[in-house]
């Protein structure tokens, strides 16, 4: 084991064997300007070429990961929607056709967005691709997942509330040396919404420009955030996520849904059920419907990793956004024990935070339960709201650290899940700690369908002790 895991070990023992409750970090973060990259930056850069084809990002496609969607825009005119593509590189025997629409918001008028599914792909491939316009044209390539297996390793990124601020951009260079082979995205993409008038499409542009470096050439699974909202009625504007919908599309029917702002994918040995904090999701709305018979056709056998993502935190000790999530957990939190949900993952709180596996089911208003109480069978709820977008990090926790709390602390970074088997993965956090990444939360996460030995013992207050006398062992 490397001296640096250790030393990491090391502290968390201590900490947990000799505290009374969770970790809060006492580590302060030293910001970096938290304002939006002066529009003339390189990281927005327009490419070269008239009309070329920019903002370019892929998603998956279908249910199974044998498709992307490759997306771009064409800032003055139409040009062409096909996307030329093939595993050898300058090879292109493949040809697919995509769609294309522009749309205005105030008065500014966007770029020509298409939307151009590549379907039918092997797994375990990497494929290069070609989009291009008139005489302009540009190049990129991604990798297929493995084929659907409960035993497929793979490393999943995980980022929420990324904007576009000089944190965001150590945020993404960070992320983009760690490995990881797809991001599931927690919501807040752009921070558009905080200017007005033309400024809000004009901001959605540079993000896309910004973020293109990561999103052509690996797959980033969407979720939406508060921020994707941009309901502006002084503007005219009152249709809930339209810049978001035009720009950013998802897999959506592919999982039955009928909304794309909730879905679900199969990739590797991981099942992703992605969830919208701000659609209707009370009992018998389209949402609640869907993820009711979405749960019913997980087949842990195939992919036993059961993960759910959403925007708003179900679990949050900070002072920011304190139980904006309580009535999401009112009305899937059974459901998420039920199923025995590994990891729940959300943004929205600008800063890192994890749960020890908690569940408050047994509340009901008058039961006198009032309180989370430990739940072998509940997901670990981790708040990645820490991208670094200009509103600034949540620097104020409550006091005293809750029971259900394990580590927190207000800083900018990115985590990775890495899934080595049907039975494990290891979970990191890493600090963008002033240009350098630093691993500050890590730990083995224990399958809840496969990791019988785990699920059979009692779950003690601090169960991060078991986890990292394990990991040691290991």
């Known amino acids: 084991m490397e001296i640096r895991h250790l030393l990491v070990v090391s502290v968390l023992l201590s900490s947990v064997l000799h505290g009374d409750g969770g970790i809060t970090s006492s580590y302060v973060r030293s910001e970096w300007p938290a304002v939006d990259i002066p529009l003339d930056h390189h990281v927005f850069k327009v490419p070269k070429g008239y009309n070329a084809p920019q903002q370019v990002h892929i998603t998956q ?10 997306s771009w825009v064409t800032p003055d005119e139409p040009g062409s929607s096909k996307v030329h593509y093939g595993p050898v590189q300058g090879k292109y025997d493949f040809v697919a056709e995509g769609t ?8 500014y008028k966007s770029g020509y967005t298409h939307h151009c599914l590549v379907s039918g792909l092997e797994y375990d491939t990497k494929y290069y ?30 980022i929420g509330d990324l904007g576009q601020t000089f944190n965001s951009l150590s945020t993404l260079e960070h992320y983009m040396r760690s490995g990881a082979q797809a991001v599931l995205f927690l919501g807040d993409l752009s921070y558009a919404d905080r200017y007005q008038y033309n400024d809000v499409g004009v901001r959605w542009d540079t993000w896309g420009r910004f973020v293109e470096r990561s999103t052509a050439y690996q797959p980033w699974l969407w979720s939406a955030g508060n921020h994707e909202i941009d309901y502006m009625p002084y503007m005219g504007e009152v249709t ?19 909304d794309p702002l909730w879905y679900a994918v199969r990739r590797a040995s991981a099942h992703i059920i992605v969830l919208s904090s701000y659609s209707p ?43 904006e999530g309580e009535s999401m957990r009112a009305a899937f939190e059974e459901w998420f024990v039920e ?23 047994r509340y009901n208003v008058s039961s006198g339960d009032r309180f989370p109480v430990p739940d072998t069978s509940a997901p670990v709820y981790i708040t990645v709201g820490d991208g670094g977008n200009q509103e600034g990090l949540a620097g104020r926790f409550r006091e005293p650290q809750p029971d259900y709390s394990a580590f927190r ?10 899934i080595k088997n049907r039975t494990h993965a290891i979970y990191h956090w890493n600090r963008n700690d002033d240009g350098k990444k630093v691993a500050t939360d890590e730990f083995v996460l224990y399958n809840q369908y496969w990791g019988k030995n ?13 986890v990292v006398v394990d990991w040691i062992a290991s």
Not at 298 to 315: A, G, N, Q, S
Not at 454 to 466: D, F, V
């Open 129 to 158: 691709y070609k989009i291009e316009s008139g005489e302009s044209s540009r190049e990129f390539w991604f990798v297929t997942p493995p084929h659907l297996h409960p035993d497929a390793s793979y490393k999943f990124g995980i």
């Open 281 to 323: 999701f009370v009992k018998y709305t389209p949402q609640w419907r869907w993820l009711d018979e979405e749960f019913k056709r997980v087949d842990r056998e195939k992919t036993p990793w059961l993960i759910v993502l959403m925007h708003t935190p179900i679990y949050n000790s900070n002072e920011a956004h304190f139980k």
């Open 454 to 466: 785990i699920r059979r013992r009692k779950l003690k207050k601090h169960y991060i002790k078991s």
């Open 100 to 107: 294309f629409s522009n749309y205005t918001f105030y008065k």
């Open 61 to 70: 496609g279908d249910y199974d990961g044998k498709a992307v969607i490759i």
């Open 409 to 418: 602390e207000a800083s900018y970074g990115h985590s990775t899940l890495d």
């Open 240 to 258: 809930p996520f339209k810049n978001y919908l035009e720009r950013y599309t998802t897999p959506y029917l592919a999982s039955k849904s009928s």
């Open 339 to 361: 199923y025995r949900v590994d990891v729940i993952f959300a943004g929205h709180v600008h800063a890192y935070e994890r749960s020890y596996r908690v569940s408050n089911v």
